[in-house]
Protein backbone atom coordinates (compact mmCIF):
# COMPACT_ATOMS: atom_id res chain seq x y z
CA UNK A 1 0.00 0.00 0.00
CA UNK A 2 1.17 3.65 -1.18
CA UNK A 3 -0.03 6.49 1.28
CA UNK A 4 0.44 10.25 -0.41
CA UNK A 5 -0.42 12.56 2.51
CA UNK A 6 -0.81 16.74 1.84
CA UNK A 7 -1.20 18.12 4.91
CA UNK A 8 -2.19 21.76 5.04
CA UNK A 9 -2.93 24.75 6.69
CA UNK A 10 -6.77 23.29 7.44
CA UNK A 11 -6.87 20.18 6.21
CA UNK A 12 -5.00 16.82 5.91
CA UNK A 13 -5.88 15.36 2.56
CA UNK A 14 -5.21 11.51 2.16
CA UNK A 15 -4.77 9.34 -1.00
CA UNK A 16 -4.26 5.83 -0.63
CA UNK A 17 -3.02 3.57 -3.54
CA UNK A 18 -3.82 -0.05 -3.29
CA UNK A 19 -4.16 -2.42 -6.37
CA UNK A 20 -3.74 0.62 -9.12
CA UNK A 21 -6.94 2.50 -7.58
CA UNK A 22 -7.22 5.61 -5.78
CA UNK A 23 -9.04 6.40 -2.65
CA UNK A 24 -9.32 9.76 -1.14
CA UNK A 25 -10.23 11.00 2.62
CA UNK A 26 -9.39 14.34 4.28
CA UNK A 27 -9.57 14.77 7.99
CA UNK A 28 -8.63 18.39 9.82
CA UNK A 29 -5.38 19.39 10.07
CA UNK A 30 -6.13 19.81 13.76
CA UNK A 31 -6.43 16.40 14.50
CA UNK A 32 -2.95 15.05 13.15
CA UNK A 33 -2.69 12.81 16.11
CA UNK A 34 -5.37 10.77 14.59
CA UNK A 35 -3.77 10.95 11.40
CA UNK A 36 -0.41 9.76 12.95
CA UNK A 37 -2.07 7.31 15.24
CA UNK A 38 -3.43 5.61 12.20
CA UNK A 39 -0.43 5.31 10.35
CA UNK A 40 1.20 3.39 13.17
CA UNK A 41 -1.15 0.67 12.55
CA UNK A 42 -0.17 0.44 8.69
CA UNK A 43 3.78 0.73 9.82
CA UNK A 44 4.70 -1.04 5.95
CA UNK A 45 2.73 1.30 3.94
CA UNK A 46 5.59 3.41 1.68
CA UNK A 47 4.39 7.18 2.77
CA UNK A 48 5.13 10.05 0.86
CA UNK A 49 3.87 13.44 2.55
CA UNK A 50 4.03 17.27 1.40
CA UNK A 51 2.18 20.24 2.81
CA UNK A 52 3.24 22.86 5.50
CA UNK A 53 2.73 20.31 8.26
CA UNK A 54 4.58 17.31 6.62
CA UNK A 55 7.54 18.25 8.81
CA UNK A 56 5.77 17.78 11.91
CA UNK A 57 3.94 14.69 10.72
CA UNK A 58 6.68 12.52 10.05
CA UNK A 59 8.15 13.30 13.67
CA UNK A 60 4.65 11.42 14.73
CA UNK A 61 4.72 8.16 12.44
CA UNK A 62 7.05 5.51 12.46
CA UNK A 63 7.37 5.17 8.64
CA UNK A 64 10.70 6.86 6.95
CA UNK A 65 8.76 9.03 4.48
CA UNK A 66 9.40 10.48 1.36
CA UNK A 67 8.97 14.24 1.40
CA UNK A 68 8.12 16.46 -1.79
CA UNK A 69 7.76 20.55 -1.94
CA UNK A 70 4.45 21.70 -1.98
CA UNK A 71 4.12 23.30 -5.08
CA UNK A 72 6.05 20.02 -7.35
CA UNK A 73 4.30 18.01 -5.54
CA UNK A 74 0.53 19.76 -6.17
CA UNK A 75 2.04 20.02 -10.31
CA UNK A 76 2.86 16.41 -10.18
CA UNK A 77 -0.92 15.63 -8.87
CA UNK A 78 -2.33 18.23 -11.38
CA UNK A 79 -0.67 16.50 -14.55
CA UNK A 80 -2.28 13.42 -13.80
CA UNK A 81 -5.51 14.35 -12.95
CA UNK A 82 -5.37 16.46 -16.48
CA UNK A 83 -4.54 13.00 -18.47
CA UNK A 84 -7.38 11.18 -16.15
CA UNK A 85 -9.74 13.68 -17.79
CA UNK A 86 -8.01 13.80 -21.40
CA UNK A 87 -7.46 17.58 -21.01
CA UNK A 88 -4.26 17.90 -22.71
CA UNK A 89 -3.40 21.49 -22.16
CA UNK A 90 0.83 22.25 -21.50
CA UNK A 91 0.46 25.81 -21.00
CA UNK A 92 -1.41 26.94 -18.26
CA UNK A 93 -1.95 28.47 -14.77
CA UNK A 94 -3.02 27.12 -11.60
CA UNK A 95 -4.56 28.33 -8.81
CA UNK A 96 -4.60 26.62 -5.60
CA UNK A 97 -7.30 28.06 -3.04
CA UNK A 98 -6.13 26.48 0.06
CA UNK A 99 -6.35 28.07 2.96
CA UNK A 100 -4.40 30.60 1.43
CA UNK A 101 -4.06 31.03 -2.49
CA UNK A 102 -0.76 30.31 -4.46
CA UNK A 103 -0.94 31.16 -7.89
CA UNK A 104 1.82 28.63 -10.32
CA UNK A 105 2.32 29.13 -13.98
CA UNK A 106 3.12 25.56 -15.78
CA UNK A 107 4.77 25.20 -19.32
CA UNK A 108 6.95 22.41 -21.18
CA UNK A 109 6.31 20.11 -17.97
CA UNK A 110 8.08 23.00 -15.43
CA UNK A 111 6.09 24.91 -12.90
CA UNK A 112 7.24 27.95 -11.44
CA UNK A 113 5.32 30.37 -8.53
CA UNK A 114 3.82 33.46 -10.01
CA UNK A 115 2.16 34.27 -7.21
CA UNK A 116 -0.31 34.46 -4.29
CA UNK A 117 -2.71 36.23 -2.37
CA UNK A 118 -4.12 35.70 1.27
CA UNK A 119 -7.99 35.50 -0.06
CA UNK A 120 -8.87 32.15 -0.13
CA UNK A 121 -10.32 29.43 2.08
CA UNK A 122 -8.77 30.71 5.13
CA UNK A 123 -10.53 34.67 4.96
CA UNK A 124 -13.45 32.74 3.19
CA UNK A 125 -14.27 31.34 7.06
CA UNK A 126 -12.82 34.04 9.25
CA UNK A 127 -14.73 36.90 7.57
CA UNK A 128 -17.89 34.83 7.47
CA UNK A 129 -17.28 34.01 11.12
CA UNK A 130 -16.44 37.22 11.87
CA UNK A 131 -19.81 38.68 10.33
CA UNK A 132 -22.40 35.91 11.36
CA UNK A 133 -20.85 33.78 13.83
CA UNK A 134 -21.00 30.92 11.30
CA UNK A 135 -18.48 28.59 11.20
CA UNK A 136 -19.54 25.01 9.75
CA UNK A 137 -17.96 25.11 6.30
CA UNK A 138 -20.90 23.15 5.04
CA UNK A 139 -23.29 25.88 6.30
CA UNK A 140 -21.46 28.69 4.85
CA UNK A 141 -21.65 27.23 1.14
CA UNK A 142 -25.38 26.38 1.76
CA UNK A 143 -26.61 29.59 3.12
CA UNK A 144 -24.17 31.67 0.39
CA UNK A 145 -26.42 30.53 -2.42
CA UNK A 146 -29.61 32.30 -0.70
CA UNK A 147 -27.57 35.53 -0.41
CA UNK A 148 -28.24 38.78 -2.52
CA UNK A 149 -25.10 40.42 -2.72
CA UNK A 150 -26.27 43.60 -4.73
CA UNK A 151 -27.60 45.36 -1.27
CA UNK A 152 -24.00 45.20 -0.23
CA UNK A 153 -21.70 45.39 -3.36
CA UNK A 154 -21.25 48.11 -5.37
CA UNK A 155 -21.21 47.37 -9.01
CA UNK A 156 -19.76 49.33 -11.91
CA UNK A 157 -23.76 49.94 -13.40
CA UNK A 158 -24.80 51.33 -9.64
CA UNK A 159 -22.36 53.87 -10.93
CA UNK A 160 -23.45 54.96 -13.88
CA UNK A 161 -26.69 54.58 -12.97
CA UNK A 162 -28.21 53.87 -16.69
CA UNK A 163 -25.83 55.47 -18.16
CA UNK A 164 -23.31 53.97 -20.87
CA UNK A 165 -20.92 52.01 -19.11
CA UNK A 166 -16.79 51.62 -20.09
CA UNK A 167 -16.63 48.10 -19.02
CA UNK A 168 -19.39 45.84 -18.25
CA UNK A 169 -21.81 46.80 -15.40
CA UNK A 170 -22.39 43.64 -13.90
CA UNK A 171 -18.66 44.14 -12.78
CA UNK A 172 -17.79 44.76 -8.99
CA UNK A 173 -16.74 48.44 -8.68
CA UNK A 174 -16.51 47.94 -4.70
CA UNK A 175 -16.81 44.64 -3.17
CA UNK A 176 -18.87 45.80 0.10
CA UNK A 177 -19.18 49.44 -1.63
CA UNK A 178 -22.91 49.64 -1.43
CA UNK A 179 -23.49 48.89 2.30
CA UNK A 180 -23.78 52.03 3.12
CA UNK A 181 -26.09 53.41 0.36
CA UNK A 182 -28.49 50.40 1.95
CA UNK A 183 -28.48 50.91 5.40
CA UNK A 184 -31.32 52.23 5.90
CA UNK A 185 -34.12 50.13 3.64
CA UNK A 186 -32.38 46.34 4.30
CA UNK A 187 -31.52 44.19 6.99
CA UNK A 188 -28.30 42.34 5.75
CA UNK A 189 -28.88 38.90 6.36
CA UNK A 190 -26.25 36.24 7.10
CA UNK A 191 -26.83 34.47 3.14
CA UNK A 192 -26.08 38.29 2.27
CA UNK A 193 -22.90 38.55 3.83
CA UNK A 194 -21.45 35.23 3.47
CA UNK A 195 -22.23 35.46 -0.60
CA UNK A 196 -19.81 38.85 -0.60
CA UNK A 197 -17.65 37.04 1.59
CA UNK A 198 -17.01 34.26 -1.15
CA UNK A 199 -17.14 37.00 -4.05
CA UNK A 200 -14.88 39.31 -2.69
CA UNK A 201 -12.56 35.95 -1.99
CA UNK A 202 -13.76 34.75 -5.80
CA UNK A 203 -13.18 38.26 -7.25
CA UNK A 204 -9.67 38.24 -5.95
CA UNK A 205 -8.37 34.94 -6.64
CA UNK A 206 -9.89 35.19 -9.77
CA UNK A 207 -8.38 38.75 -10.76
CA UNK A 208 -4.79 37.91 -9.28
CA UNK A 209 -5.11 34.30 -11.51
CA UNK A 210 -5.93 35.99 -14.78
CA UNK A 211 -2.57 38.82 -14.00
CA UNK A 212 -0.41 36.01 -13.83
CA UNK A 213 -2.30 34.06 -16.88
CA UNK A 214 -2.04 37.14 -19.03
CA UNK A 215 1.35 38.20 -17.66
CA UNK A 216 2.30 34.90 -19.01
CA UNK A 217 0.76 34.09 -21.68
CA UNK A 218 -1.69 31.39 -20.87
CA UNK A 219 -4.81 30.64 -22.14
CA UNK A 220 -6.05 28.45 -19.21
CA UNK A 221 -6.78 28.77 -15.75
CA UNK A 222 -7.00 25.64 -13.56
CA UNK A 223 -8.37 26.22 -10.22
CA UNK A 224 -7.95 23.35 -7.42
CA UNK A 225 -8.25 23.20 -3.52
CA UNK A 226 -11.04 22.60 -0.68
CA UNK A 227 -12.47 26.18 -1.27
CA UNK A 228 -14.67 24.95 -3.83
CA UNK A 229 -15.70 21.78 -2.23
CA UNK A 230 -20.13 21.59 -3.14
CA UNK A 231 -19.45 25.53 -3.34
CA UNK A 232 -21.15 26.48 -6.54
CA UNK A 233 -21.28 30.09 -5.51
CA UNK A 234 -17.23 30.61 -5.45
CA UNK A 235 -17.14 28.16 -8.93
CA UNK A 236 -19.10 30.42 -10.31
CA UNK A 237 -17.82 33.57 -9.12
CA UNK A 238 -14.84 31.98 -10.39
CA UNK A 239 -15.76 30.48 -13.75
CA UNK A 240 -18.35 33.70 -14.99
CA UNK A 241 -15.11 36.14 -13.89
CA UNK A 242 -12.50 34.15 -15.83
CA UNK A 243 -14.35 33.84 -18.70
CA UNK A 244 -15.59 37.39 -18.45
CA UNK A 245 -11.79 38.11 -18.99
CA UNK A 246 -11.12 35.76 -22.06
CA UNK A 247 -9.46 32.97 -20.21
CA UNK A 248 -10.90 29.56 -19.94
CA UNK A 249 -11.06 28.01 -16.49
CA UNK A 250 -11.01 24.18 -15.18
CA UNK A 251 -12.08 22.78 -12.05
CA UNK A 252 -10.60 19.35 -11.42
CA UNK A 253 -12.09 16.65 -10.01
CA UNK A 254 -10.60 15.67 -6.39
CA UNK A 255 -8.12 18.99 -7.37
CA UNK A 256 -7.76 19.28 -3.69
CA UNK A 257 -6.17 16.09 -4.13
CA UNK A 258 -3.31 16.98 -6.57
CA UNK A 259 -0.40 17.42 -3.30
CA UNK A 260 -1.42 14.12 -1.69
CA UNK A 261 -1.61 12.37 -5.38
CA UNK A 262 1.93 13.84 -6.83
CA UNK A 263 4.00 13.14 -3.36
CA UNK A 264 2.51 9.64 -3.93
CA UNK A 265 3.89 9.72 -7.52
CA UNK A 266 7.20 11.75 -7.04
CA UNK A 267 8.30 9.00 -4.17
P1 LIG B 1 -2.74 25.50 2.58
O1 LIG B 1 -2.48 24.79 1.28
O2 LIG B 1 -2.98 26.98 2.38
O3 LIG B 1 -1.75 25.15 3.65
P2 LIG B 1 -4.87 23.55 2.95
O4 LIG B 1 -4.03 22.65 2.12
O5 LIG B 1 -5.33 23.04 4.26
O6 LIG B 1 -4.14 24.95 3.16
P3 LIG B 1 -7.27 23.21 1.35
O7 LIG B 1 -7.52 21.93 2.05
O8 LIG B 1 -7.04 23.16 -0.12
O9 LIG B 1 -6.10 24.03 2.07
O10 LIG B 1 -8.49 24.23 1.60
C1 LIG B 1 -8.83 24.67 2.90
C2 LIG B 1 -10.14 25.42 2.81
O11 LIG B 1 -11.17 24.52 2.38
C3 LIG B 1 -10.64 25.99 4.12
O12 LIG B 1 -10.09 27.25 4.37
C4 LIG B 1 -12.15 26.05 3.89
O13 LIG B 1 -12.51 27.22 3.21
C5 LIG B 1 -12.40 24.88 2.94
N1 LIG B 1 -12.97 23.66 3.56
C6 LIG B 1 -13.53 22.65 2.85
N2 LIG B 1 -13.99 21.69 3.65
C7 LIG B 1 -13.73 22.07 4.91
C8 LIG B 1 -13.97 21.50 6.19
N3 LIG B 1 -14.59 20.31 6.33
N4 LIG B 1 -13.55 22.15 7.28
C9 LIG B 1 -12.93 23.34 7.17
N5 LIG B 1 -12.67 23.94 5.99
C10 LIG B 1 -13.07 23.34 4.86
MG1 LIG C 1 -2.78 23.01 0.50
Known sequence: MKIGIDAGGTLIKIAILENDKFTFRKQLSTEIDEVAEWLKTVPDAQVALTGGKATYLQSLIPQNAFQSIEFDATFRGIQSFLIEMNLDISKFVFSNVGTGTSI??????????????????GMMMGLSYLLTGKEDFDEIVTIAKEGNRDIIDLKVKHIYKGDKTPIPGELTAANFGNVLHNKDTENFSDADKIASVLGIVGETV?????????????????????????????????????VLRNFKPYFIENGEYSGAVGTLRLM
Open 104 to 121: HFVDNGKQIRAGGTGAGG
Open 206 to 242: TTVSIHAAREFGAEYVVYIGSSFLNNTLLRDIVMNYT
